[in-house]
């Protein structure tokens, strides 16, 4: 028995104004696209589906490859109760109204299945209302957040639910999607369309893994172009007014996306202030997720200037931080602060060198005892087995160092770490050195 939801209007209240993407929404996993490693048939999540057992889950994915959509599906084959919520727009006392309907109605012998898109959008604390009724099984609570839910949802929630990570749109999804929207009689299959070649894959292109961006901009490419006779006609000139041509190059999986970055990476690392704002706002101006570009400056903060200013770290972290709260367009200028702030940072390579060559080390001697001294015996057994008995406490020596070994026998002596004189780093070079000669002067000959 089909329920009556917001997913799939009867056939009388369906909007001829209604937006491309809403028309053009799959009603059964027949019409799906995309998200094969779930959906395919024998898939677990497809199986589910079609035997109207769901559980409690997290759908967690970028935005449009068809969260809100699979839950329409779900919707539409379930027997049991639906209700569909926003985290953007419903408060905790409605959400409480329908738990305590939810818990009514199994009473009855009635299943609920709550759809809360955004769930993100809620915080930890109110998640918490969800637990109780999720746990008795009065509500199966499916879930939508574009956030990665390790950090976002309430983890006790999160481990009464299946995470199923939706993936973005191929390109040949994306094409399929386009051209049944072209043929479809509830997208454009009552008119001709005659487009310049490769409009499509244009399209594709440019929507980067989205599927309602896609829909959205083939939408308006037809919507501008000339009607006459039942017929669209399109031009090249015509796509360009809707489609900016950087951005269409700007492939997030090709070529320029990955040029780019490398080029904004090495104008930091170069010193070169102006190169580096240059390629941030080609990125931002192409469309670029900022969050993956503050990433990126974390990750430059450490490889490149380290411990010649270890400020650079802090700046890059409390950018992420502030391009995660507020978001595009407020977030450009974060972005470019902390871009200015590394690219005029002194510059060390030195502990991400140290630590690659003690990583090729410990490839290779993975195997190698560990010295006693640096056991810690937490049985009598160790006891026995001599761990920890020649450990020395450095903060009861005068010098608040020892002469204990911390390396396997075979690597004793090695050094990976081998500081610069910029800035900060230069003062750290002086401790170590000093910590060589104090090792120099006072370790015992080895056996």
């Given at each position: 028995?089909?329920?009556?939801?917001?997913?799939?209007?009867?056939?009388?209240?369906?909007?001829?104004?209604?937006?491309?993407?809403?028309?053009?929404?799959?009603?059964?996993?027949?019409?799906?696209?995309?998200?094969?490693?779930?959906?395919?048939?024998?898939?677990?999540?497809?199986?589910?589906?079609?035997?109207?057992?769901?559980?409690?889950?997290?759908?967690?994915?970028?935005?449009?490859?068809?969260?809100?959509?699979?839950?329409?599906?779900?919707?539409?084959?379930?027997?049991?109760?639906?209700?569909?919520?926003?985290?953007?727009?419903?408060?905790?006392?409605?959400?409480?109204?329908?738990?305590?309907?939810?818990?009514?109605?199994?009473?009855?012998?009635?299943?609920?299945?709550?759809?809360?898109?955004?769930?993100?959008?809620?915080?930890?604390?109110?998640q918490d209302v969800f637990l109780p009724f999720v746990e008795k099984g009065s509500v199966i609570l499916?879930?939508?957040?574009?956030?990665?839910?390790?950090?976002?949802?309430?983890?006790?929630?999160?481990?009464?639910?299946?995470?199923?990570?939706?993936?973005?749109?191929?390109?040949?999804?994306?094409?399929?999607?386009?051209?049944?929207?072209?043929?479809?009689?509830?997208?454009?299959?009552?008119?001709?369309?005659?487009?310049?070649?490769?409009?499509?894959?244009?399209?594709?292109?440019?929507?980067?893994?989205?599927?309602?961006?896609?829909?959205?901009?083939?939408?308006?490419?037809?919507?501008?172009?000339?009607?006459?006779?039942?017929?669209?006609?399109?031009?090249?000139?015509?796509?360009?007014?809707?489609?900016?041509?950087?951005?269409?190059?700007?492939?997030?999986?090709?070529?320029?996306?990955?040029?780019?970055?490398?080029?904004?990476?090495?104008?930091?690392?170069?010193?070169?202030?102006?190169?580096?704002?240059?390629?941030?706002?080609?990125?931002?101006?192409?469309?670029?997720?900022?969050?993956?570009?503050?990433?990126?400056?974390?990750?430059?903060?450490?490889?490149?200037?380290?411990?010649?200013?270890?400020?650079?770290?802090?700046?890059?972290?409390?950018?992420?931080?502030?391009?995660?709260?507020?978001?595009?367009?407020?977030?450009?200028?974060?972005?470019?602060?902390?871009?200015?702030?590394?690219?005029?940072?002194?510059?060390?390579?030195?502990?991400?060198?140290?630590?690659?060559?003690?990583?090729?080390?410990?490839?290779?001697?993975?195997?190698?005892?560990?010295?006693?001294?640096?056991?810690?015996?937490?049985?009598?057994?160790?006891?026995?087995?001599?761990?920890?008995?020649?450990?020395?406490?450095?903060?009861?020596?005068?010098?608040?160092?020892?002469?204990?070994?911390?390396?396997?026998?075979?690597?004793v002596g090695k050094r990976y770490y081998h500081p610069t004189d910029q800035g900060q780093e230069a003062?750290?070079?002086?401790?170590?050195?000093?910590?060589?000669?104090?090792?120099?002067?006072?370790?015992?000959?080895?056996?």
């Amino acid at each position: 028995m089909k329920q009556s939801t917001l997913f799939a209007p009867e056939p009388e209240e369906t909007d001829a104004f209604e937006p491309l993407a809403s028309r053009m929404r799959p009603k059964d996993l027949d019409e799906y696209v995309g998200q094969r490693h779930l959906l395919a048939q024998g898939k677990l999540l497809r199986n589910l589906i079609e035997s109207d057992n769901v559980p409690s889950m997290i759908l967690w994915g970028p935005p449009g490859v068809g969260k809100t959509t699979l839950a329409g599906i779900i919707a539409e084959r379930t027997d049991s109760r639906f209700v569909k919520l926003s985290a953007m727009t419903s408060g905790i006392k409605e959400v409480r109204e329908v738990m305590e309907r939810a818990e009514s109605a199994r009473r009855n012998g009635k299943k609920t299945i709550l759809f809360l898109d955004e769930i993100h959008r809620f915080n930890k604390a109110q998640q918490d209302v969800f637990l109780p009724f999720v746990e008795k099984g009065s509500v199966i609570l499916i879930g939508a957040t574009t956030e990665n839910p390790s950090f976002e949802v309430n983890p006790a929630l999160l481990s009464r639910c299946r995470v199923f990570v939706l993936r973005p749109l191929e390109q040949e999804d994306l094409e399929s999607l386009l051209q049944r929207a072209i043929t479809d009689p509830a997208g454009y299959g009552d008119y001709r369309v005659e487009m310049p070649e490769g409009m499509v894959s244009m399209i594709a292109d440019f929507s980067k893994g989205d599927g309602r961006t896609a829909l959205n901009t083939l939408e308006t490419i037809l919507m501008n172009g000339e009607i006459s006779d039942g017929t669209i006609t399109v031009t090249m000139e015509g796509i360009k007014d809707c489609i900016s041509r950087k951005s269409m190059m700007y492939d997030k999986g090709g070529e320029e996306h990955n040029q780019v970055i490398s080029a904004f990476h090495e104008s930091i690392r170069n010193s070169d202030v102006d190169a580096a704002l240059f390629w941030l706002a080609r990125m931002l101006d192409a469309g670029e997720d900022p969050v993956w570009i503050a990433r990126r400056i974390t990750h430059a903060a450490a490889e490149d200037i380290g411990l010649a200013d270890t400020n650079a770290l802090n700046v890059a972290i409390n950018c992420f931080h502030a391009v995660r709260l507020i978001g595009m367009p407020e977030c450009e200028v974060h972005l470019a602060e902390a871009t200015a702030y590394l690219c005029l940072a002194p510059k060390s390579n030195s502990v991400f060198l140290a630590y690659e060559e003690a990583r090729r080390d410990a490839a290779v001697h993975d195997t190698d005892p560990i010295p006693l001294a640096v056991r810690a015996a937490y049985t009598r057994l160790q006891e026995d087995l001599g761990y920890g008995a020649d450990y020395q406490y450095p903060h009861n020596a005068p010098d608040k160092i020892t002469d204990m070994q911390c390396m396997p026998d075979s690597l004793v002596g090695k050094r990976y770490y081998h500081p610069t004189d910029q800035g900060q780093e230069a003062a750290m070079r002086s401790r170590y050195e000093w910590i060589l000669e104090w090792h120099r002067v006072h370790d015992r000959p080895k056996d």
